[in-house]
């Protein structure tokens, strides 16, 4: 499965959705952006049960500002509409596939309760809960 384009209009829906989706911000004049780029769309072709989606945070400054983005290549992971995982920097291969095993094997009920605490907590105004 190739990858995707994301825009302001269609980001919320694609990773709200079930299941899990990878994304890329990046720029075209960034070096390591553009070593990211093929391993990404590597790892795409080899997980077609994974949506793979890219950002371009020239085109798209006002989302890669409200997703926090302050450096790129950065890579986030939702898996049911959750957020699981956010790094900047180009990963290799290896690691990318380290990524996608580790958001395959979380447990999403312990996720969620964790997610609900949190919440929780921030409505009460309150620090949220240690993790396990």
Do not use: Y
């Not at 180009?90 to 094997?105: D, K, N, S, T, Y």
Request: aromatic fraction near 6%; charged fraction near 20%.
């Amino acid at each position: 499965m190739a990858t995707i384009e994301l825009t302001a209009t269609d980001f919320e829906k694609s990773v709200t959705e079930p299941g899990i989706t990878l994304v890329d911000f990046w720029a075209e004049w960034c070096g390591p952006c553009k070593q990211f780029g093929p391993i990404f769309e590597a790892a795409s072709e080899n997980h077609g049960d994974i949506t793979f989606a890219k950002v371009d945070t020239d085109a798209e400054q006002a989302l890669a500002g409200a997703a926090g983005i302050t450096s790129i290549p950065t890579l986030m992971a939702f898996r049911d509409g959750v957020l699981v995982f956010a790094q900047p920097g180009a990963l290799p291969a290896p690691a990318l596939e380290q990524v996608i095993e580790a958001v395959r094997g979380l447990d999403m009920d312990e996720v969620h309760k964790q997610v609900a605490a949190a919440q929780a907590a921030a409505e009460a105004g309150e620090a949220p809960p240690a993790s396990e």
